[in-house]
């Protein structure tokens, strides 16, 4: 599955009529920068503001959740896009939040296609390539936004599954918070992880120039994890942002069998009545 478009790629296509260039920048809680701020400072030439930490659903008490279709379709439109339009998200963020971006665009059936920019805009300013400043503002497009069923995981699924273990389930958080050593950034937040689950922190997919790894090494990193690559799988994390690289990547390996837990760590950690462990898996 093709997933990943280069920077070269990308600079080539600038300008075309029917591509859509998103910036999906998100940080962590407490983080001390402004995503918006930053891409009104400097974006792919072209690229308009996703501005994905907004867009969730505003009925629902846990961060980040899927927004209902209405609410898509009204944002994906103000953003410019069309049912023909070619997305490629990108992101300038430590959480490579792009993969929740190209999987939301997906998730809806947006476009013809959504890719993730490989490499993000960090790769993009190392090559020395264009940007510019202020915020776009797109016409309006027409794309419809609906959800596809049967992709994403409720807590319900995941309760069920800590029982049965029908499915893998797969944490992208970093390591101290996996095994509650670390405390999470949100306050009251229990601390541990899913009963059963395993850890790859998503930082471990990427190269050193912000691309994400391939082939055998990417493989090499799920089965060291103690998951296997072909099964099924639900990816997790804090709030739904980072289990979405564990999909990309588990897809990019041929896997069509990976659902996401859109409440991630957020959800479950926030419940009392969930069961929780602790230490390494």
């Known amino acids: 599955m093709t997933i990943f478009l280069s920077t070269a790629d990308l600079a080539a296509q600038l300008g075309q009529p029917d591509l859509v260039i998103l910036d999906a920048s998100l940080f962590l809680p407490g983080t001390p920068r402004d995503p918006r701020a930053e891409y009104e400072a400097a974006h792919i030439p072209g690229a308009v503001f996703l501005d994905l930490p907004t867009l969730n659903d505003p009925a629902d008490p846990t ?13 994906v439109q103000a953003l410019g896009i069309h049912p023909d339009s070619r997305i ?20 809806y059936g947006l476009g013809q296609s959504a890719m993730i920019l490989d490499g993000g805009l960090p790769k993009w300013l190392a090559e020395g390539r264009p940007t510019q400043s202020g915020a776009a503002t797109p016409a309006p497009g027409t794309a419809i936004a609906r959800r596809a069923a049967g992709q994403v995981r409720t807590k319900a699924d995941l309760i ?35 009963p059963g689950s395993r850890n790859l922190p998503s930082s471990a997919l990427f190269n050193p120039d912000n691309s994400m790894k391939a082939g055998d090494e990417l493989r090499a990193l799920f089965e060291g994890a ?12 804090g709030s739904g942002v980072t289990a979405a690289i564990l999909l990309a990547g588990l897809e990019t390996l ?8 859109d409440g991630s760590w957020s959800e479950w950690g926030f419940d009392p009545a969930t069961p929780k462990a602790a230490g390494a898996a």
Do not use: K
């Not at 961060?63 to 944002?75: A, H, I, V």
């Not at 490629?88 to 998730?107: E, F, I, K, Q």
């Not at 029982?163 to 541990?192: H, I, K, N, W, Y």
């Open 63 to 75: 961060p980040g959740m899927l927004p209902p279709d209405n609410l898509m379709t009204q944002r």
């Open 88 to 107: 490629v998200v990108y992101d300038n963020s430590p959480t490579h939040s792009a993969a929740r971006g190209w999987w939301m665009m997906r998730l």
């Open 160 to 194: 069920a599954n800590v029982a049965s273990g029908a499915e893998q389930v797969l944490d992208a958080r970093g390591a101290g918070r996996f095994t509650g050593q670390e405390a999470e950034p949100r306050p009251g937040m229990a601390s541990g992880h899913i």
């Open 226 to 237: 103690g998951i296997d690559p072909a099964a099924p799988v639900i990816t997790t994390c």
């Open 254 to 261: 041929g896997n069509d069998a990976v659902t996401l837990y």
